[in-house]
């Protein structure tokens, strides 16, 4: 089955700076990659995702890159805010044959100080 | 995005009971939910794959008898937690998406605690 595996595991930040969280997958068939933001005691929130046939999307402060060769995808947070801080999960899936089933990376807890 | 609520958010109970916790997608229609549960600190792991009028599918080394899943409906799943004890203490949370869409959307959790 796929595995995901996520760098680093906490990452602390000063307000401002960039903040950069590092995913690698093993099934080459994952083709959905989702990140979600999760607030102590709260649910996962998506912030943003990207499929296999796109090499970088951006919202806003966030971007996404993906390296399909390499199966690896990476979160980007620029001018970081205090209320950032929270833990985010990547993930990766094989739509529709998977049926959307998710597999996780173990958190990134990023930390930004004022 | 699309809305996905589950109760009770938090529940106490004595070991060996069992408790039941719903999912529900609110404005759409799930033929498949999935189940997760959340330790402290830790992330997000699969237990079952919830389908809409067939057997759940159960990831590996997860009790089918112990994690009890109904999708009777469109827009409901429901995991049992049978003969509830202290380690099955967790965050217990699903998760649904419209058809179509690869998206996943989360419901709030629920915080099981057995004493």
């Known amino acids: 089955g796929e595995n995901v595996e996520q760098h680093p595991s906490t990452l602390s930040v000063q307000e401002g700076d960039s903040a950069v969280i590092k995913c690698t997958y093993s099934d080459s068939a994952s083709n959905y990659f989702p990140w979600y933001k999760q607030e102590l005691g709260k649910r996962p929130q998506l912030i943003i995702d990207i499929r296999s046939n796109v090499g970088e999307k951006k919202d806003q402060r966030i971007a996404v890159t993906l390296n399909k060769t390499a199966k690896h995808f990476s979160l980007h947070i620029t001018e970081t805010q205090p209320e950032d801080s929270a833990v985010y999960f990547c993930?990766?899936?094989?739509?529709?044959?998977?049926?959307?089933?998710?597999?996780f990376g173990g958190g990134t807890r990023v930390l930004v100080k004022p | 995005g699309a809305v996905v609520s589950q109760h009770p958010s938090w529940v106490i109970c004595k070991s060996g009971t069992s408790v039941k916790i719903e999912c529900r997608s609110l404005?759409?229609?799930?033929?498949?939910m999935f189940w997760y549960r959340q330790f402290p600190k830790q992330s997000l792991m699969l237990m079952a794959t919830s389908n809409e009028g067939s057997k759940a599918t159960y990831e590996q080394g997860v009790e089918k008898d112990k994690f009890l899943i109904n999708h009777a409906s469109l827009t409901l799943s429901t995991l049992t937690v049978t003969s509830a004890h202290p380690e099955d203490s967790s965050f217990y949370i699903c998760s649904g998406g419209p058809a179509g869409t690869d998206t996943q959307y989360f419901g709030p959790g629920t915080r099981l605690t057995v004493l």
């Open positions: 993930a990766a899936s094989r739509p529709p044959a998977a049926g959307n089933k998710l597999t």
């Open positions: 404005d759409f229609q799930a033929t498949t």
